[in-house]
């Protein structure tokens, strides 16, 4: 029984993961704890790493970087997300990013 529930539960939150990436695939605003969310997900989805909203180029990344996200941005990095890749405006994450020391890890990031 314990087995079913838990499967359940991992069905439903999958539903929920694809049902965000697709909200964000679209370019909807993403609420800060979605972003958060979907990074977690970049774990066992590595395509969220690269998928990059159709309305400005964003990727999980650069909404991390502009939510001034620490602990997802520096989540998405660790699991490879691309610091220098840039928007349909040519910026890239560290560009979007208000916070200073945020910035200067997502640059060092792009540096390679």
């Not at 958060?36 to 989805?45: F, G, K, M, T, V």
């Not at 990344?61 to 520096?74: K, P, R, S, Y």
Request: proline fraction near 2%; glycine fraction near 6%; aromatic fraction near 2%.
């Amino acid at each position: 029984m314990l087995f079913r529930s838990r499967a359940r539960e991992h069905a439903r939150q999958a539903e929920q993961i694809k049902a965000l990436k697709a909200v964000f695939a679209a370019g909807n605003r993403l609420e800060q704890e979605e972003i958060e969310r979907l990074a977690r997900a970049a774990a066992s989805d590595r395509s969220l790493l690269k998928l990059a909203d159709r309305l400005h180029g964003n990727t999980l990344l650069h909404l991390a970087a502009q939510a001034e996200l620490d602990d997802a941005a520096g989540m998405l990095l660790r699991l490879g997300a691309r610091a220098d890749t840039r928007n349909q405006s040519g910026r890239r994450p560290h560009e979007l990013c208000a916070d200073p020391v945020l910035a200067r890890l997502l640059k060092q990031g792009a540096a390679g």
